[in-house]
């Protein structure tokens, strides 16, 4: 499907416009289905989209006893470590809102390893989604109805940075990369392109002047731009949620 780009005057108002749209997604989902399965990114851009999601009146419109909040990666630091992609979206978001414990499903950081912690959160999804309609399919993918995510100047998407082996994952819904060339340079442990690209919905927010080039060339090149960030083409929608610095 193709991207639709939304450019605002500054992250501010982009925040506002993106909850706004997730708010009126998860209406949809939870009509259509009774549940909504929302995956959160990590990284600074994010921030303030979650704290307009735990504002009234947005807050009180989302059912958050039929939300299930996931995370597309995470650093692996424990989960009240100031690099916590969990910490941040506690602290922002989870928190304030009256979504149940049990569907906050985060990524056991304090696992052994980073590729356990991997191994546990795709345990984790599967039984979350239950098997497949016709039974065991090694190939069976779910659907989350909205994903977000950022881009990286280097333009990495959650944590599949480029030349990683993660990026050429077809079958592991979750893995675990070194993360030595990242901000903080720590393991991570990511959805791989698989599980992302078999989304309803991506959302892309992306910010500031410095991501410039990269999203130029995602745009003018898409799907073959040499980014991990381009080669997310979901089965369902994909908005790219900007300020006017990217334009
Ligand atoms: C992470 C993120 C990562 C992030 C981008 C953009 O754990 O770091 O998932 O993919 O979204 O690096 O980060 P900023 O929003 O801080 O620019």
């Known amino acids: 499907m193709k991207p639709e780009i939304h450019t605002y005057p500054n992250l501010p108002e982009l925040s506002r416009a993106a909850a ?61 470590h100031q690099d916590s992609n969990y910490a941040l979206a506690f602290q922002r978001l989870v928190s304030k809102v009256d979504v149940p414990p049990a569907n906050v499903h985060r990524i056991i950081t304090e696992s052994p390893s980073a590729r356990d912690a991997a191994d546990n959160y795709e345990k984790t999804l599967r039984q979350f989604f239950g098997p497949p ?6 190939t ?3 659907s989350f109805d909205v994903i977000l995510l950022g881009l990286g100047e280097d333009g990495h998407t959650a944590s599949l940075f480029p030349g990683d082996a993660a990026l050429e994952e077809k079958y592991r819904w979750v893995v675990a990369v070194d993360g ?40 003018n090149n898409p ?9 997310i083409r979901p089965s369902g929608r994909l908005l790219w949620f900007i300020d006017k610095w990217l334009m």
């Not at 009126?24 to 989902?29: D, G, K, M, V």
């Not at 791989?192 to 410039?212: Q, W």
Request: hydrophobic share 35%; proline share 10%; with cysteine.
């Open 133 to 138: 309609p016709g039974g065991e399919d090694d």
């Open 20 to 80: 706004e749209y997730v708010c009126e997604t998860a209406e949809e989902a939870i009509k259509k289905s009774g549940v909504f399965t929302f995956v959160l990114s990590g990284g600074s851009t994010p921030r303030l989209l979650y704290e307009e999601l735990a504002c009234q009146p947005i807050a009180k419109r989302i059912d958050w006893q039929k939300t299930h909040i996931f995370w597309g990666d995470e650093r692996y630091l424990p989960p009240d």
């Open 180 to 219: 030595a060339n990242a901000f903080p340079p720590v393991p991570r442990i990511t959805l791989t392109f698989p599980i992302l690209n078999k989304a309803d919905c991506v959302i892309f927010l992306v910010s500031g002047s410095r991501k410039k080039k990269v999203f130029e060339e995602i745009m």
């Open 140 to 142: 069976y993918l779910p």
């Open 223 to 231: 799907g073959t731009a040499p980014y991990p960030a381009a080669r």
